[in-house]
């Protein structure tokens, strides 16, 4: 199977206002770069979705994938297993619901490990993901963010 390495990162001008992630994902000499912008979510929201959307963007299944994320909220909720008891209590008390239950339905496609990084820390790919989060918040083509702005967070 193949090894793909995931840097995300996501933004949000104003918390909430508008808002973007950036993906940068690389296997082998294969790199894609991924960005979309929305007109009113949160920080959170943006870092969640920037690995969801990796996640499925990934054309095989049963990849070993490493995702890096300055993202303490989405790595944390991951790899300390939170996210898992979150849904077996129904989500009672989260935010971003849609996102997670989102997430557990790629998440278990793929052999999966996070790691955290420190943000602004001039990780290149990082930094590259930040740079494309920002831009795509910062676009005249903003997405509507349905469950946020529906209030199914």
Not at 61 to 72: L, M, Y
Not at 109 to 124: E, I, P, Q, S
Request: hydrophobic share 35%.
């Amino acid at each position: 199977m193949p090894k793909i390495t995931i840097y995300t990162d996501g933004a949000a001008k104003g918390n909430p206002g508008n808002g973007g992630y950036g993906v940068v994902m690389m296997s082998g000499k294969h790199k894609k770069e991924l960005s979309e912008g929305f007109r009113n979510t949160t920080n959170n929201r943006m870092e969640l979705l920037s690995v969801i959307i990796a996640l499925e963007a990934i054309k095989v299944e049963k990849a070993d994938v490493e995702i890096f994320s300055d993202s303490k909220y989405v790595v944390d909720a991951v790899e300390k297993g939170w996210v898992f008891g979150w849904q077996k209590k129904g989500f009672k008390g989260k935010k971003n619901i849609d996102l997670w239950q989102r997430f557990l339905k790629i998440y278990p496609k793929h052999h999966v490990k996070f790691h955290w990084v420190k943000g602004h820390a001039g990780n290149l790919y990082n930094e590259r993901c930040d740079e494309l989060a920002v831009a795509a918040a910062e676009s005249k083509e903003l997405l509507v963010d349905e469950g946020y702005e529906n209030g199914q967070e």
